[in-house]
Protein backbone atom coordinates (compact mmCIF):
# COMPACT_ATOMS: atom_id res chain seq x y z
CA UNK A 1 0.00 0.00 0.00
CA UNK A 2 0.67 3.92 -0.62
CA UNK A 3 1.52 4.76 2.93
CA UNK A 4 3.02 8.07 2.61
CA UNK A 5 3.31 10.70 0.20
CA UNK A 6 5.81 13.55 0.14
CA UNK A 7 5.22 16.34 -2.04
CA UNK A 8 7.47 19.69 -3.25
CA UNK A 9 7.06 22.76 -5.18
CA UNK A 10 4.57 20.73 -7.43
CA UNK A 11 1.90 23.04 -9.02
CA UNK A 12 0.42 25.37 -6.20
CA UNK A 13 1.47 23.01 -3.47
CA UNK A 14 4.73 24.05 -1.67
CA UNK A 15 4.59 21.40 0.47
CA UNK A 16 2.21 18.10 1.52
CA UNK A 17 3.17 15.29 3.46
CA UNK A 18 0.49 12.98 3.78
CA UNK A 19 -0.07 9.92 5.62
CA UNK A 20 -2.64 7.50 4.33
CA UNK A 21 -5.06 4.79 5.97
CA UNK A 22 -4.39 1.37 4.73
CA UNK A 23 -7.92 0.58 3.89
CA UNK A 24 -9.73 3.09 2.17
CA UNK A 25 -9.02 7.14 1.54
CA UNK A 26 -10.67 9.93 -0.06
CA UNK A 27 -9.44 13.46 -1.51
CA UNK A 28 -12.55 16.14 -1.50
CA UNK A 29 -12.25 19.83 -1.65
CA UNK A 30 -13.97 22.77 -4.14
CA UNK A 31 -13.82 22.72 -7.43
CA UNK A 32 -10.04 23.65 -8.64
CA UNK A 33 -8.52 23.29 -5.19
CA UNK A 34 -6.13 21.20 -6.56
CA UNK A 35 -7.00 17.79 -6.12
CA UNK A 36 -5.86 16.84 -9.65
CA UNK A 37 -2.31 18.19 -8.32
CA UNK A 38 -2.32 15.52 -5.95
CA UNK A 39 -2.89 12.82 -8.35
CA UNK A 40 -0.35 14.22 -10.72
CA UNK A 41 2.10 14.07 -8.23
CA UNK A 42 1.71 10.49 -7.81
CA UNK A 43 1.33 9.73 -11.30
CA UNK A 44 4.86 11.84 -11.79
CA UNK A 45 6.22 9.65 -8.64
CA UNK A 46 4.86 6.31 -10.42
CA UNK A 47 6.78 7.49 -13.50
CA UNK A 48 4.33 9.75 -15.97
CA UNK A 49 6.11 11.89 -18.33
CA UNK A 50 8.48 14.69 -16.99
CA UNK A 51 6.71 18.08 -17.53
CA UNK A 52 8.05 21.06 -16.30
CA UNK A 53 5.01 23.03 -15.75
CA UNK A 54 4.91 20.68 -12.76
CA UNK A 55 7.43 22.58 -11.28
CA UNK A 56 5.90 25.28 -8.89
CA UNK A 57 6.01 29.23 -10.68
CA UNK A 58 9.14 30.40 -9.22
CA UNK A 59 11.13 27.55 -8.04
CA UNK A 60 13.91 25.70 -9.62
CA UNK A 61 13.16 21.98 -8.50
CA UNK A 62 9.93 19.71 -7.86
CA UNK A 63 10.67 16.82 -5.54
CA UNK A 64 7.82 13.77 -4.91
CA UNK A 65 8.36 10.95 -2.55
CA UNK A 66 6.24 7.90 -2.09
CA UNK A 67 6.81 5.20 0.25
CA UNK A 68 4.93 1.79 0.11
CA UNK A 69 4.71 -1.15 2.14
CA UNK A 70 3.68 -4.50 0.39
CA UNK A 71 4.63 -8.26 1.39
CA UNK A 72 8.09 -9.68 1.10
CA UNK A 73 6.75 -12.21 -1.49
CA UNK A 74 4.81 -9.54 -3.76
CA UNK A 75 5.41 -9.28 -7.75
CA UNK A 76 6.86 -5.89 -6.66
CA UNK A 77 9.74 -7.21 -4.13
CA UNK A 78 10.55 -9.66 -6.62
CA UNK A 79 11.31 -7.20 -9.08
CA UNK A 80 13.27 -5.26 -7.24
CA UNK A 81 15.22 -8.34 -6.71
CA UNK A 82 16.03 -8.64 -10.08
CA UNK A 83 17.19 -5.40 -10.38
CA UNK A 84 19.45 -6.14 -7.52
CA UNK A 85 18.01 -3.43 -5.19
CA UNK A 86 17.69 -4.80 -1.36
CA UNK A 87 14.11 -4.93 0.22
CA UNK A 88 12.18 -6.28 2.93
CA UNK A 89 8.80 -4.93 1.73
CA UNK A 90 9.41 -1.18 2.34
CA UNK A 91 9.89 0.81 -1.22
CA UNK A 92 10.93 4.40 -1.07
CA UNK A 93 10.53 5.69 -4.17
CA UNK A 94 11.58 9.35 -5.20
CA UNK A 95 11.82 11.72 -8.42
CA UNK A 96 12.64 15.10 -8.69
CA UNK A 97 12.61 17.38 -11.78
CA UNK A 98 14.37 20.72 -12.41
CA UNK A 99 13.84 23.39 -14.35
CA UNK A 100 16.43 22.74 -16.58
CA UNK A 101 14.29 19.53 -17.74
CA UNK A 102 17.10 17.30 -15.73
CA UNK A 103 15.93 14.37 -13.12
CA UNK A 104 16.48 11.59 -11.10
CA UNK A 105 15.01 8.60 -9.83
CA UNK A 106 15.46 6.53 -6.63
CA UNK A 107 14.35 3.40 -4.98
CA UNK A 108 15.39 2.55 -1.67
CA UNK A 109 18.46 4.87 -2.24
CA UNK A 110 19.42 3.63 -5.51
CA UNK A 111 19.07 5.57 -8.74
CA UNK A 112 17.34 4.03 -11.43
CA UNK A 113 15.98 4.17 -15.07
CA UNK A 114 12.44 5.61 -15.95
CA UNK A 115 12.11 1.89 -17.80
CA UNK A 116 13.28 0.56 -14.53
CA UNK A 117 10.25 2.83 -11.68
CA UNK A 118 7.51 1.72 -14.56
CA UNK A 119 8.62 -1.99 -14.53
CA UNK A 120 8.25 -1.79 -10.58
CA UNK A 121 5.32 0.55 -10.22
CA UNK A 122 2.79 -1.10 -12.54
CA UNK A 123 3.26 -3.77 -9.71
CA UNK A 124 2.39 -1.10 -6.72
CA UNK A 125 -0.38 1.03 -8.22
CA UNK A 126 -3.69 0.51 -10.63
CA UNK A 127 -4.77 4.39 -11.68
CA UNK A 128 -8.24 4.89 -12.52
CA UNK A 129 -9.04 8.18 -14.88
CA UNK A 130 -10.33 9.91 -17.67
CA UNK A 131 -7.21 9.48 -19.15
CA UNK A 132 -4.91 6.76 -17.63
CA UNK A 133 -3.68 3.59 -18.37
CA UNK A 134 -5.71 0.88 -16.61
CA UNK A 135 -4.67 -2.51 -16.36
CA UNK A 136 -7.16 -4.47 -17.43
CA UNK A 137 -7.25 -2.21 -21.10
CA UNK A 138 -4.28 -4.76 -21.70
CA UNK A 139 -5.84 -7.69 -23.25
CA UNK A 140 -2.77 -9.28 -22.17
CA UNK A 141 -3.52 -8.43 -18.59
CA UNK A 142 -6.80 -9.86 -19.52
CA UNK A 143 -5.67 -12.71 -20.45
CA UNK A 144 -3.33 -13.11 -17.17
CA UNK A 145 -6.36 -11.96 -14.54
CA UNK A 146 -8.88 -14.84 -15.85
CA UNK A 147 -5.73 -17.16 -15.49
CA UNK A 148 -5.53 -15.91 -12.06
CA UNK A 149 -9.39 -16.77 -11.50
CA UNK A 150 -8.93 -19.85 -12.62
CA UNK A 151 -6.34 -20.36 -9.85
CA UNK A 152 -4.01 -23.50 -9.93
CA UNK A 153 -6.29 -26.00 -12.25
CA UNK A 154 -4.76 -23.82 -14.59
CA UNK A 155 -1.05 -22.61 -13.28
CA UNK A 156 -0.75 -26.74 -13.54
CA UNK A 157 -2.00 -26.60 -17.44
CA UNK A 158 0.57 -23.98 -18.19
CA UNK A 159 3.20 -25.55 -16.48
CA UNK A 160 3.21 -29.11 -18.32
CA UNK A 161 2.73 -26.51 -21.24
CA UNK A 162 5.98 -25.22 -20.77
CA UNK A 163 7.47 -28.61 -20.36
CA UNK A 164 6.16 -29.98 -23.39
CA UNK A 165 7.27 -26.67 -25.53
CA UNK A 166 10.62 -26.74 -23.56
CA UNK A 167 10.77 -30.58 -25.03
CA UNK A 168 9.87 -29.27 -28.26
CA UNK A 169 12.60 -26.33 -28.35
CA UNK A 170 15.64 -28.83 -27.21
CA UNK A 171 14.36 -30.93 -30.50
CA UNK A 172 14.72 -28.62 -32.70
CA UNK A 173 17.53 -27.37 -31.65
CA UNK A 174 19.15 -30.71 -32.36
CA UNK A 175 17.88 -30.96 -35.43
CA UNK A 176 19.29 -27.55 -36.37
CA UNK A 177 22.43 -28.77 -35.13
CA UNK A 178 21.52 -31.83 -37.67
CA UNK A 179 21.25 -29.30 -40.25
CA UNK A 180 17.86 -28.96 -40.04
CA UNK A 181 15.73 -30.65 -43.26
CA UNK A 182 16.50 -32.48 -45.47
CA UNK A 183 16.78 -29.58 -48.28
CA UNK A 184 19.06 -27.51 -45.95
CA UNK A 185 21.28 -30.42 -45.23
CA UNK A 186 22.25 -30.84 -48.87
CA UNK A 187 23.04 -27.28 -48.51
CA UNK A 188 25.23 -27.77 -46.08
CA UNK A 189 26.67 -31.22 -46.91
CA UNK A 190 27.64 -29.40 -50.55
CA UNK A 191 29.16 -26.47 -48.58
CA UNK A 192 31.22 -28.47 -46.18
CA UNK A 193 32.17 -30.87 -49.77
CA UNK A 194 33.80 -27.69 -51.32
CA UNK A 195 35.20 -26.38 -48.25
CA UNK A 196 36.86 -29.89 -47.05
CA UNK A 197 38.17 -30.14 -51.13
CA UNK A 198 39.54 -26.77 -50.91
CA UNK A 199 41.54 -27.13 -48.08
CA UNK A 200 42.65 -30.76 -49.02
CA UNK A 201 43.22 -29.74 -52.48
CA UNK A 202 45.67 -26.71 -50.94
CA UNK A 203 47.86 -29.41 -48.83
CA UNK A 204 49.05 -26.89 -46.23
CA UNK A 205 51.32 -27.81 -43.64
CA UNK A 206 51.98 -25.59 -40.30
CA UNK A 207 55.14 -22.99 -41.15
CA UNK A 208 54.80 -23.08 -44.47
CA UNK A 209 53.58 -19.53 -45.12
CA UNK A 210 56.47 -18.02 -43.19
CA UNK A 211 58.74 -20.36 -45.27
CA UNK A 212 57.36 -18.85 -48.57
CA UNK A 213 57.68 -15.38 -47.39
CA UNK A 214 61.48 -15.71 -46.47
CA UNK A 215 61.91 -17.36 -49.87
CA UNK A 216 60.31 -14.17 -51.30
CA UNK A 217 62.18 -11.93 -49.65
CA UNK A 218 65.28 -13.81 -51.02
CA UNK A 219 63.95 -13.99 -54.85
CA UNK A 220 62.96 -10.06 -54.48
CA UNK A 221 66.64 -9.05 -53.34
CA UNK A 222 68.62 -11.81 -55.14
CA UNK A 223 70.32 -9.13 -57.44
CA UNK A 224 71.05 -7.45 -54.17
CA UNK A 225 72.50 -10.36 -53.00
CA UNK A 226 74.51 -11.53 -55.56
CA UNK A 227 76.61 -8.42 -56.15
CA UNK A 228 77.36 -8.51 -52.34
CA UNK A 229 78.32 -12.13 -52.22
CA UNK A 230 80.49 -11.39 -55.56
CA UNK A 231 82.19 -8.11 -53.50
CA UNK A 232 82.80 -10.70 -50.63
CA UNK A 233 84.21 -13.18 -52.23
CA UNK A 234 86.96 -10.93 -54.36
CA UNK A 235 87.70 -9.19 -51.03
CA UNK A 236 88.97 -12.67 -50.37
CA UNK A 237 90.12 -14.74 -53.42
CA UNK A 238 91.36 -12.17 -55.86
CA UNK A 239 95.04 -11.27 -55.84
CA UNK A 240 96.05 -9.52 -52.67
CA UNK A 241 92.74 -10.33 -51.35
CA UNK A 242 92.05 -11.34 -47.40
CA UNK A 243 93.75 -15.13 -48.16
CA UNK A 244 96.99 -14.41 -50.26
CA UNK A 245 97.83 -11.50 -47.31
CA UNK A 246 97.23 -13.68 -44.84
CA UNK A 247 99.40 -16.82 -46.15
CA UNK A 248 102.12 -13.84 -46.46
CA UNK A 249 101.92 -13.45 -43.30
CA UNK A 250 101.62 -16.87 -42.15
CA UNK A 251 104.94 -17.61 -43.62
CA UNK A 252 107.18 -14.68 -42.29
CA UNK A 253 105.02 -16.06 -38.33
CA UNK A 254 106.87 -19.19 -39.75
CA UNK A 255 110.72 -18.13 -40.39
CA UNK A 256 110.73 -16.79 -36.40
CA UNK A 257 108.36 -19.90 -34.99
CA UNK A 258 110.82 -21.97 -33.91
CA UNK A 259 112.93 -18.72 -31.98
CA UNK A 260 110.01 -18.86 -28.73
CA UNK A 261 107.19 -20.46 -27.96
CA UNK A 262 105.23 -16.82 -28.39
CA UNK A 263 106.39 -16.73 -32.12
CA UNK A 264 105.02 -20.46 -32.62
CA UNK A 265 101.79 -19.40 -30.69
CA UNK A 266 101.20 -16.18 -33.07
CA UNK A 267 102.16 -18.72 -36.29
CA UNK A 268 99.58 -21.05 -35.04
CA UNK A 269 96.58 -18.36 -34.77
CA UNK A 270 97.46 -16.62 -38.43
CA UNK A 271 97.05 -20.59 -40.00
CA UNK A 272 93.95 -20.83 -37.75
CA UNK A 273 92.93 -17.38 -39.74
CA UNK A 274 93.83 -18.56 -43.35
CA UNK A 275 91.63 -22.28 -42.73
CA UNK A 276 88.65 -20.18 -42.05
CA UNK A 277 89.50 -17.82 -44.59
CA UNK A 278 89.87 -20.32 -47.38
CA UNK A 279 86.42 -22.34 -45.80
CA UNK A 280 84.63 -18.80 -46.01
CA UNK A 281 85.75 -18.61 -49.38
CA UNK A 282 84.38 -21.64 -50.47
CA UNK A 283 81.00 -21.48 -48.95
CA UNK A 284 81.00 -17.88 -50.24
CA UNK A 285 80.90 -19.35 -53.43
CA UNK A 286 78.69 -21.87 -52.81
CA UNK A 287 75.73 -19.34 -51.63
CA UNK A 288 76.63 -17.21 -54.98
CA UNK A 289 76.05 -20.88 -56.97
CA UNK A 290 72.48 -21.12 -54.81
CA UNK A 291 71.24 -17.62 -56.17
CA UNK A 292 69.68 -17.98 -59.10
CA UNK A 293 66.78 -15.97 -60.80
CA UNK A 294 64.26 -17.97 -61.87
CA UNK A 295 60.84 -16.56 -63.21
CA UNK A 296 58.52 -19.55 -62.98
CA UNK A 297 59.79 -20.24 -59.19
CA UNK A 298 59.09 -16.49 -58.50
CA UNK A 299 55.47 -16.91 -59.31
CA UNK A 300 55.02 -20.00 -57.83
CA UNK A 301 55.71 -18.69 -54.46
CA UNK A 302 53.77 -15.65 -55.53
CA UNK A 303 50.53 -17.78 -56.05
CA UNK A 304 51.30 -19.88 -53.28
CA UNK A 305 51.22 -17.56 -50.22
CA UNK A 306 48.25 -15.57 -52.52
CA UNK A 307 46.37 -19.03 -51.79
CA UNK A 308 47.36 -19.94 -48.35
CA UNK A 309 46.38 -16.49 -46.98
CA UNK A 310 43.09 -16.51 -48.90
CA UNK A 311 42.24 -20.08 -46.69
CA UNK A 312 43.72 -18.43 -43.71
CA UNK A 313 41.06 -15.42 -44.43
CA UNK A 314 38.70 -17.67 -45.09
CA UNK A 315 39.19 -20.40 -42.29
CA UNK A 316 41.06 -19.19 -39.72
CA UNK A 317 43.92 -17.15 -38.41
CA UNK A 318 47.14 -19.50 -39.30
CA UNK A 319 47.94 -22.66 -40.99
CA UNK A 320 46.94 -24.63 -37.35
CA UNK A 321 43.61 -23.50 -37.00
CA UNK A 322 43.07 -23.91 -40.74
CA UNK A 323 43.79 -27.27 -40.36
CA UNK A 324 41.83 -27.64 -37.47
CA UNK A 325 38.48 -26.46 -38.91
CA UNK A 326 39.18 -29.10 -41.87
CA UNK A 327 38.88 -31.43 -39.32
CA UNK A 328 35.89 -29.87 -37.73
CA UNK A 329 34.47 -29.77 -41.00
CA UNK A 330 34.81 -33.70 -41.23
CA UNK A 331 33.39 -34.57 -38.71
CA UNK A 332 30.12 -31.96 -39.20
CA UNK A 333 30.13 -33.80 -42.78
CA UNK A 334 29.97 -37.72 -41.61
CA UNK A 335 27.52 -36.21 -39.04
CA UNK A 336 25.02 -34.82 -41.85
CA UNK A 337 25.63 -37.96 -43.53
CA UNK A 338 24.27 -39.95 -41.01
CA UNK A 339 21.94 -37.44 -39.85
CA UNK A 340 18.65 -38.45 -41.79
CA UNK A 341 17.43 -41.36 -39.43
CA UNK A 342 17.92 -38.99 -36.71
CA UNK A 343 16.11 -36.00 -37.87
CA UNK A 344 13.39 -38.11 -38.67
CA UNK A 345 12.87 -39.70 -35.06
CA UNK A 346 13.54 -36.01 -33.93
CA UNK A 347 10.68 -34.45 -36.14
CA UNK A 348 8.37 -37.53 -35.08
CA UNK A 349 8.86 -36.64 -31.53
CA UNK A 350 7.77 -32.84 -32.36
CA UNK A 351 4.35 -34.21 -34.10
CA UNK A 352 3.82 -35.95 -30.91
CA UNK A 353 4.53 -32.93 -28.50
CA UNK A 354 2.20 -31.08 -30.75
CA UNK A 355 -0.27 -32.65 -30.62
CA UNK A 356 -0.26 -32.98 -26.78
CA UNK A 357 0.44 -29.58 -26.37
CA UNK A 358 -3.01 -28.67 -28.47
CA UNK A 359 -4.79 -31.45 -26.18
CA UNK A 360 -3.59 -28.98 -23.65
CA UNK A 361 -4.43 -26.19 -25.04
CA UNK A 362 -8.29 -27.33 -25.56
CA UNK A 363 -7.93 -28.40 -21.87
CA UNK A 364 -6.98 -24.96 -20.69
CA UNK A 365 -9.45 -22.73 -23.08
CA UNK A 366 -12.69 -25.31 -21.67
CA UNK A 367 -11.19 -23.99 -18.17
CA UNK A 368 -10.90 -20.51 -19.70
CA UNK A 369 -14.52 -20.56 -20.88
CA UNK A 370 -16.09 -21.96 -18.26
CA UNK A 371 -14.61 -19.44 -15.53
CA UNK A 372 -15.23 -16.70 -18.00
CA UNK A 373 -18.65 -17.33 -18.12
CA UNK A 374 -19.29 -16.92 -14.39
CA UNK A 375 -16.82 -14.03 -14.12
CA UNK A 376 -19.60 -12.58 -17.40
CA UNK A 377 -22.56 -13.46 -14.69
CA UNK A 378 -21.05 -12.26 -11.79
CA UNK A 379 -19.93 -8.54 -13.84
CA UNK A 380 -23.42 -7.78 -14.71
CA UNK A 381 -25.04 -8.10 -11.42
CA UNK A 382 -22.41 -6.02 -10.00
CA UNK A 383 -22.88 -3.80 -12.70
CA UNK A 384 -26.62 -3.93 -12.51
CA UNK A 385 -26.46 -3.33 -8.81
CA UNK A 386 -24.40 0.01 -9.89
CA UNK A 387 -27.64 0.96 -11.83
CA UNK A 388 -26.55 -0.36 -15.15
CA UNK A 389 -29.56 -2.45 -15.62
CA UNK A 390 -28.65 -3.14 -19.55
CA UNK A 391 -25.40 -3.80 -19.19
CA UNK A 392 -24.22 -6.49 -21.33
CA UNK A 393 -20.36 -7.67 -20.57
CA UNK A 394 -18.98 -11.27 -21.51
CA UNK A 395 -15.40 -12.66 -22.63
CA UNK A 396 -14.74 -13.02 -26.17
CA UNK A 397 -12.24 -15.72 -27.48
CA UNK A 398 -10.92 -16.27 -31.05
CA UNK A 399 -11.17 -19.56 -32.53
CA UNK A 400 -8.38 -22.32 -33.40
CA UNK A 401 -7.66 -25.62 -34.76
CA UNK A 402 -4.81 -28.11 -34.87
CA UNK A 403 -3.32 -25.77 -38.00
CA UNK A 404 -4.37 -22.45 -37.09
CA UNK A 405 -3.70 -23.04 -32.84
CA UNK A 406 -0.02 -21.41 -31.44
CA UNK A 407 1.97 -24.09 -30.28
CA UNK A 408 4.71 -22.23 -28.46
CA UNK A 409 3.54 -20.71 -25.86
CA UNK A 410 2.62 -21.59 -22.01
CA UNK A 411 -0.40 -19.48 -22.02
CA UNK A 412 -1.87 -21.55 -24.79
CA UNK A 413 -3.63 -20.63 -27.84
CA UNK A 414 -5.71 -18.38 -26.92
CA UNK A 415 -6.37 -14.75 -27.34
CA UNK A 416 -9.41 -13.31 -25.84
CA UNK A 417 -10.83 -9.57 -25.29
CA UNK A 418 -13.33 -8.29 -22.53
CA UNK A 419 -16.57 -6.61 -24.46
CA UNK A 420 -18.80 -4.42 -22.97
CA UNK A 421 -21.64 -2.75 -23.75
CA UNK A 422 -23.43 -0.13 -20.94
CA UNK A 423 -26.98 0.72 -23.33
CA UNK A 424 -29.83 -1.64 -24.61
CA UNK A 425 -29.61 -1.87 -28.42
CA UNK A 426 -25.54 -0.78 -28.20
CA UNK A 427 -22.65 -3.54 -29.66
CA UNK A 428 -20.65 -4.46 -27.27
CA UNK A 429 -17.39 -3.72 -27.80
CA UNK A 430 -13.32 -4.02 -26.46
CA UNK A 431 -12.87 -2.67 -22.83
CA UNK A 432 -10.49 -0.54 -24.59
CA UNK A 433 -12.42 0.97 -27.06
CA UNK A 434 -14.98 2.28 -24.66
CA UNK A 435 -15.44 5.66 -24.34
CA UNK A 436 -15.24 6.48 -20.49
CA UNK A 437 -17.80 8.42 -18.38
CA UNK A 438 -20.00 7.26 -15.91
CA UNK A 439 -20.84 3.85 -16.98
CA UNK A 440 -17.17 3.04 -17.70
CA UNK A 441 -16.27 4.53 -14.20
CA UNK A 442 -18.84 2.03 -12.53
CA UNK A 443 -17.66 -1.13 -15.27
CA UNK A 444 -14.61 -0.94 -13.65
CA UNK A 445 -15.54 -0.72 -9.96
CA UNK A 446 -17.26 -4.20 -10.56
CA UNK A 447 -14.32 -5.54 -12.10
CA UNK A 448 -12.61 -4.27 -9.27
CA UNK A 449 -15.26 -5.52 -6.95
CA UNK A 450 -14.75 -9.05 -8.20
CA UNK A 451 -11.85 -8.88 -8.98
CA UNK A 452 -9.59 -7.46 -5.74
CA UNK A 453 -6.58 -8.12 -5.26
CA UNK A 454 -6.39 -10.49 -7.86
CA UNK A 455 -3.78 -8.87 -10.05
CA UNK A 456 -1.08 -8.76 -7.30
CA UNK A 457 -1.75 -4.55 -6.99
CA UNK A 458 -1.90 -3.38 -3.26
CA UNK A 459 -3.21 0.44 -4.54
CA UNK A 460 -5.87 1.31 -6.24
CA UNK A 461 -6.55 4.96 -7.25
CA UNK A 462 -9.85 6.56 -8.64
CA UNK A 463 -9.89 9.84 -9.91
CA UNK A 464 -13.68 10.86 -9.77
CA UNK A 465 -14.87 7.73 -10.49
CA UNK A 466 -18.33 8.49 -8.84
CA UNK A 467 -18.64 11.19 -12.01
CA UNK A 468 -22.45 11.12 -12.73
CA UNK A 469 -23.31 9.27 -9.86
CA UNK A 470 -26.04 10.28 -7.21
CA UNK A 471 -28.51 8.53 -5.43
CA UNK A 472 -29.09 5.03 -4.13
CA UNK A 473 -26.05 4.43 -6.94
CA UNK A 474 -23.93 6.41 -4.52
CA UNK A 475 -24.54 4.44 -1.94
CA UNK A 476 -24.13 1.29 -3.63
CA UNK A 477 -21.13 2.55 -5.12
CA UNK A 478 -19.45 3.59 -1.59
CA UNK A 479 -20.26 -0.21 -0.19
CA UNK A 480 -18.29 -1.53 -3.19
CA UNK A 481 -15.21 0.79 -2.32
CA UNK A 482 -15.57 -0.21 1.55
CA UNK A 483 -15.73 -4.15 0.31
CA UNK A 484 -12.54 -3.53 -1.87
CA UNK A 485 -10.84 -1.94 0.78
CA UNK A 486 -10.79 -4.26 3.11
CA UNK A 487 -8.21 -6.29 1.20
CA UNK A 488 -6.67 -3.49 -1.28
CA UNK A 489 -5.74 0.05 -0.32
CA UNK A 490 -8.19 2.61 -2.59
CA UNK A 491 -6.98 6.39 -2.68
CA UNK A 492 -10.10 8.31 -4.42
CA UNK A 493 -10.99 11.61 -5.50
CA UNK A 494 -14.70 11.96 -4.94
CA UNK A 495 -17.52 14.91 -4.42
CA UNK A 496 -20.33 12.49 -3.13
CA UNK A 497 -21.21 12.55 0.29
CA UNK A 498 -22.05 8.88 0.66
CA UNK A 499 -18.63 8.08 -0.47
CA UNK A 500 -17.01 10.26 1.69
CA UNK A 501 -18.50 9.22 4.71
CA UNK A 502 -17.66 5.64 3.45
CA UNK A 503 -14.04 6.45 3.73
CA UNK A 504 -11.66 4.91 6.31
CA UNK A 505 -9.84 8.31 6.32
CA UNK A 506 -10.69 12.11 4.41
CA UNK A 507 -8.58 14.14 3.38
CA UNK A 508 -9.58 17.79 2.15
CA UNK A 509 -7.22 19.90 -0.53
CA UNK A 510 -8.08 23.66 0.02
CA UNK A 511 -6.66 26.64 -1.46
CA UNK A 512 -5.23 29.76 0.63
CA UNK A 513 -4.41 33.10 -0.63
CA UNK A 514 -1.37 35.02 1.59
CA UNK A 515 -2.48 38.51 -1.36
CA UNK A 516 0.42 37.55 -2.68
CA UNK A 517 0.13 34.03 -3.93
CA UNK A 518 -1.81 31.01 -4.20
CA UNK A 519 -1.19 28.01 -1.91
CA UNK A 520 -2.80 23.81 -2.12
CA UNK A 521 -3.27 22.24 1.52
CA UNK A 522 -3.99 19.09 2.19
CA UNK A 523 -5.24 18.17 5.79
CA UNK A 524 -6.60 15.62 7.41
CA UNK A 525 -10.06 15.48 8.99
CA UNK A 526 -11.50 14.32 12.47
CA UNK A 527 -14.75 13.04 12.46
CA UNK A 528 -16.08 16.81 13.49
CA UNK A 529 -14.53 18.24 10.27
CA UNK A 530 -15.60 15.38 8.43
CA UNK A 531 -19.38 16.36 9.04
CA UNK A 532 -18.50 19.80 8.04
CA UNK A 533 -17.24 18.70 4.66
CA UNK A 534 -20.23 16.50 3.63
CA UNK A 535 -22.51 18.97 4.82
CA UNK A 536 -21.09 20.84 2.08
CA UNK A 537 -21.20 18.07 -0.12
CA UNK A 538 -24.62 18.05 0.25
CA UNK A 539 -24.83 21.38 -0.45
CA UNK A 540 -26.36 22.62 3.19
CA UNK A 541 -23.93 23.79 5.69
CA UNK A 542 -26.11 25.56 8.20
CA UNK A 543 -28.97 23.89 8.73
CA UNK A 544 -29.26 21.26 11.80
CA UNK A 545 -31.33 18.64 9.28
CA UNK A 546 -27.92 18.56 7.31
CA UNK A 547 -25.68 17.71 10.31
CA UNK A 548 -27.86 15.28 11.55
CA UNK A 549 -27.21 13.76 7.70
CA UNK A 550 -23.82 13.92 8.00
CA UNK A 551 -23.88 12.25 11.34
CA UNK A 552 -25.78 9.65 10.43
CA UNK A 553 -24.22 8.86 7.12
CA UNK A 554 -20.75 8.73 9.23
CA UNK A 555 -22.42 6.03 11.21
CA UNK A 556 -23.86 3.88 8.81
CA UNK A 557 -20.75 3.23 7.32
CA UNK A 558 -18.92 2.66 11.25
CA UNK A 559 -17.22 6.50 11.33
Not at 214 to 231: H, M
Not at 242 to 263: F, H, N, P, T
Request: charged residues 30%; contains cysteine.
Amino acid sequence: MLSRLYVKNIALIEEADITFNEKFNVLSGETGSGKSIILDSVNFVLGSKADKNLIRYGEAEAFVKAEFSVGEDSDAVRTLREMDIECDGNIIISRKLSIDGKGGIKINGCAVTLTMLKKLTCCLVDVYGQSEHFFLLDEDNQLKTVDGLCGDEAKSIKDKLSLKIGEKRDCKRMIAELGGNEQERARALDLLSYQINEIERADLREGELEELNAKRKIIENSEKILSALSAIKGAFSDDNGCVDMLSYAMRQAGSISDIDEKYSDLYGRIDNLCVEAGDLSDEIGDLSEEISFDGEEAQWVEDRIILIKGLIKKYGYDEPSVLAYLQDAKDKYDNLVNATERVEKLNKKIDELDEDIYKLCLKLTELRKKTCDKLSADIVGELKSLNIPNAAFYVQFNDYDRQSASLDSSNGSDKLCFMFSANKGEPLKPLGKVISGGEMSRFMLAIKSRLKSLNGISTYIFDEIDAGISGETASTVAAKFVSIGKSTQIIAVSHLPQVCAAANAQYLIYKTDDGKKTVTNVKPLDRAMRIKEIMRLTGNTNSDAAKTHAEELLSSFGN
